[in-house]
Structures are given as C-alpha cells and as structure tokens.
C-alpha cells in the first residue's frame, strides 16, 4: 500500500508535488502565515484572564472573543470578493496590515473596551487570511496534494502550540501582557515578505463577459450588505442575551429577525436546513466550531479563575489540544481517500463531544485539573480528524471561479460558529455575575451548549455528500 511520500501508478507523491519549485515558496509562505497566526490566537488565549483581571473587564470577557470573530465574518466575505475578482494579494495585504494594527491596539489597551475594539480590528484582518489560504491551495496545488496541504497548516500550528502559552505566561508575568501582542508584529511582517511574491504569481480566475461580470459585481455588493447584517444580528444576539431585561429580549428577537434572512443570501441555499450535500457540510463547519471554540474560550478560565491554578497549566491544555489536533489532520491526510469523509467527520465529533464533556467535569474541586489537559487532546484530536475534510470537499464541489466565494461561505459558518460559542458562553457568565449566580453555573452551562453542538454535529455526518 502506497504512504505519502510514495507515488502510484507512476503518479508523482503529494510531497513531490508540493516540493515542486513553483509551490515550495507558497506552501511555506502559507504555513508561515499560519503559523503567526496561530501564535495569535493561543498565546491570547493563555494570557486573557490575566488581561480581563487587570483591565477589571470580566464581564466583557466573552465579548474579546466574540469581537474578534464578528469582525472576521465581515473580513472573510469581503476577501472571497476580492479573491474572485482581484486575485490573491491584495486582500492578502489588507488582512496583514488590518490584523497588525488590531495587534497594536490591543497592546496599547488602556481598558477592556478598548481591547474589545482592537480584537475587532484583528478579526476584519484576519477573516482574509484562510480565506487565501484556502484558495490559494485550490488554485496551486493538484487535488492530489491538498488533503497533505491542509495536514502542514494544522502543522503550523505545533510551534505556537508548544512554545506559545508557556511562553504568554512567561511574558505575562515579566515583562507584561502587552508585549504578547506585540511582539507578533515582526512575525507578521516575516510572513508577509515570503507570501507576497509566491501568492502574486496564481492566475486570477475571471468571471466571464462584461454582462456577467457586472451581475458578479452587484452580487458581490449584495453578500457585503448581507454580511454587515449578519454581524450586526450577532452583536445584537449577544448583548441581547447579556441583559435580563425587556431590552435584552428585544435584542435576541432583533437579532434573530434580522440574521438569519441576511445570513440565508451568504450560503448555499439549504443550508440552514441542513439539506444533504455541500449545503449539509458547510453547516458542519459552523456547528464544529461552535462545539470546540465555544467550549475554548473558558477553558482558561475555568482552570485559572475557578480551579486557581498559573496560567501555564491552562497552556498546557492548549498545547496538548494543538498537538493532538495536528496528529488528527495527519491522519485525515492518510485515510481520507479510502475512508471517505463521512467516517473521518463521525469520528472527529465524537471525539469532540466526549472531549468537552470530560473537560467540563474539571469543574468539579473533585476532578484532578490534569484531566482537562488529556480530555482537551481528545477534543484536539477529534477535530484534527474532521476540520480539513469539510475544506476538501467543499474544494471538490466548488468550480474554480467560485471558489472564493463557496471557501468563504465555509468560513463564514466557522467562524459564525466560534462566535457564537464563545458569546453565548459569555453571555451566561456576563448574566450569572448580574444575577449573583456562582461562576462554575454559569461556566457548567457553557460547556453543556457546546457538548450538544458537537452530538448534534454528529448526527449531522450522515447528510454530508
């Protein structure tokens, strides 16, 4: 039976492929971005309780997450416009510079507000950087060199994974938190200067005729519209259920009303209806993410704020969970031609679904804190297994004039899905601190909504095409 670095039938390997000249530059440029990327996202992760308990900003704890991924729903619809219609570089640039300048903001916060505002800021940037990513592989590498391709991206994230929260916490408490967001600016600024070149070189796909470019471009207009409503829907949704008032109930209803019709116009039709095929697969992708994020972005908390233990053990967890999740993508790279996607996504979801449920327990002064580092590497693993093959087959479905704009659909439900995980979480402990609840209430409902996000995600495999 033929490995990765084997050839069948005479076909070069997919590591051939990828270490052909023309992709070596933009494979590592990808994985490089990614990998700034990801030190982002795990090192603030690791040091934002610290952060919330200098700032006195606890109860906008959710929304530094929520933030984030509301500003990169708008980021990901935008640059899969561009995309089909400019090629890759410029929105590649524009979320470079965009998620800098977030970086700079946050480091320079002087409260939580305005630590909220510069995550928002990052987010529209960093919404364009998967969304190139993505496209990027499609449009660069053989089909047969993808499922490998997406396995490095999960790669670039074992160095950050491993060197990240230690290394926030370290900072954190030397030299202090501000320098974890900025001292990522010259990684950013590394990645840049390899990608560029590399992502200039990818044809730009063209629409078609003038008649029909012109149609593409009121289209584009209408998902830019379509999106700001989606994002104004959640921040509603969010601040609605924060507030145990008339208000906030007026709010969830506005929210409701408003985003789901907006939200119905960015993805394929069916997909709110889980209607089997691509419409099914891309609303997996939303329903993962809320499993896995929603249940991440307390994590720390829990471990730090509720059990009392040093930030490094919450990185711990977050390391494990890193590694295990590039071991599954591996996996996924080697089996997924003979398995099929349905049997790699099942598995993944259960793995999620037991993962968070053990990980909630930790809860419990009963519970050994060491718990929450193995069962976060399960749920690591689970969506180590199923995350790139959602990406797969979307790539497989989509022609490639559309690619930009299917590839962002898939990310608008990923990220949507981390949002809205991390909000509602943080809306019950915003409540619970309103309402006098104790902490581990609020925090044990958060991880129960996002243990039913993964089961029911489960259930929804068996409609993916």
């Known amino acids: ?153 999960s790669t670039a994230w074992v160095v950050p994974g491993l060197l990240g929260p230690g290394l926030a916490s370290v900072v954190g408490a030397t030299i202090g938190w501000r320098w974890v967001f900025l001292g990522l600016l010259p990684l950013l600024m590394l990645a840049g200067l390899l990608s560029v070149p590399s992502l200039g070189r990818l044809a730009v796909e063209r629409i078609g005729p003038a008649a029909e470019a012109t149609l593409a471009g009121r289209a584009a207009l209408a998902r830019l519209g379509a999106v700001l409503l989606v994002a104004a829907a959640a921040a509603a949704l969010l601040a609605g259920l924060s507030a145990a008032s008339a208000l906030g109930a007026a709010l969830v209803a506005l929210g409701l009303l ?109 519970v050994p804190v060491a718990l929450a580092i193995v069962s976060w590497s399960v749920t690591g693993l689970g969506m180590g297994l199923s995350y790139s093959v959602i990406s797969l087959v979307v790539l497989r479905a989509a022609r490639p004039q559309e690619q930009g704009t299917l590839t962002s659909s898939m990310q608008l439900a990923d990220v949507l899905g981390t949002a809205l995980g991390a909000g509602l979480g943080g809306a019950l402990v915003a409540l619970g601190l309103a309402e006098g609840w104790e902490p581990t209430t609020a925090l044990a409902l958060a991880f129960g909504i996002s243990v039913a996000a993964a089961a029911g995600g489960l259930l929804l495999t068996r409609r993916v095409g």
């Open 258 to 366: 408003v985003g789901i019709p907006a939200l119905q116009r960015l993805v394929p039709p069916g997909t709110l209806r889980a209607r089997t095929g691509l419409p099914a697969t891309i609303l997996l992708r939303g329903v993962q993410t809320f499993a896995f994020f929603g249940a991440e972005a307390y994590l720390p908390l829990t471990i730090v704020s509720i059990r009392h233990e040093p930030p490094v053990v919450a990185g711990l967890a977050l390391t494990a969970a890193t590694l295990a999740w590039t071991a599954g993508s591996w996996i996924q790279a080697r089996l997924v031609g003979r398995q099929g996607p349905r049997r790699l996504l099942a598995a993944g979801l259960l793995c999620v679904t037991l993962g968070v449920a053990l990980t909630a327990s930790v809860l419990s002064p009963a």
């Open 1 to 153: 039976m033929a490995t990765l670095e084997q050839s069948t039938a005479g076909t070069p390997s997919a590591f051939t492929l990828i270490r052909a000249p023309e992709r070596r530059t933009l494979a590592l440029g990808l994985v490089l971005t990614v990998t700034a990327v990801a030190a982002e996202a795990l090192a603030v992760a690791t040091i934002l309780p610290v952060v919330a308990d200098e700032l006195q900003g606890l109860a906008l704890y959710g929304w530094a997450f929520s933030a984030f991924f509301l500003g990169d729903l708008v980021g990901i619809v935008v640059a899969g416009m561009v995309v089909d219609r400019r090629g890759l570089v410029w929105p590649y640039v524009a979320g470079l510079v965009l998620f800098g300048l977030g970086l700079l903001v946050g480091g320079l916060a002087r409260s939580m507000a305005m630590l909220v505002a510069g995550r928002l800021v990052q987010g529209l940037g960093a919404g364009a950087i998967p969304t190139v990513a993505y496209v990027a592989i499609g449009r660069g590498f053989p089909d047969t060199a993808r499922p490998l391709m997406f396995a490095f991206l």
